[in-house]
């Protein structure tokens, strides 16, 4: 039997840490948002309704590149302050591609990265420990 590849990820609407959980130390990857406060205002020059279609676009292409990440992956923890994760995660199962990973939420407040990786460390270890 495999070991079982585990991955934390704290988000928010502009920014995902992507830390998986390993024996090493955790190290973190970063996923932007494209839709940018400066894409917002100039997009917002050319209207409102193209402003909304551009944030659609550049949103829906940060959750595809986080979900192709998740897809190597058999346990995964999405936390942090927004309603991001919950977005993610209601994308994620409407698509049977996803469904062999368990995926969790939690909710969780801004952290630094020493405090995003203590959190993942914390649930994958208790998690492990139930087993």
Do not use: C
Not at 2 to 28: C, R, V, Y
Not at 39 to 56: F, N, R, S
Not at 105 to 115: C, F, G, V, Y
């Amino acid at each position: 039997m495999k070991p079982e590849k585990n991955l934390g990820i704290w988000m928010d609407h502009q920014s995902a840490h992507i830390m998986e959980f390993t024996t090493d130390p955790i190290g973190t990857q970063t996923v932007a948002n494209k839709f940018t406060h400066e894409v917002k205002e100039d997009a917002l020059d050319k209207g409102e309704g193209l402003m909304h279609h551009k944030e659609q676009q550049e949103t829906g292409a940060y959750y595809k590149e986080l979900g192709e990440v998740i897809r190597a992956y058999d346990q995964v923890i999405l936390f942090g302050p927004t309603e991001a994760k919950v977005e993610l995660y209601n994308r994620l199962k409407r698509d049977h591609h996803f469904d062999q990973i368990n995926i969790k939420i939690e909710p969780a407040d801004k952290m630094s990265t020493n405090q995003q990786h203590a959190f993942v460390k914390a649930y994958f270890s208790n998690r492990l420990s139930l087993i």
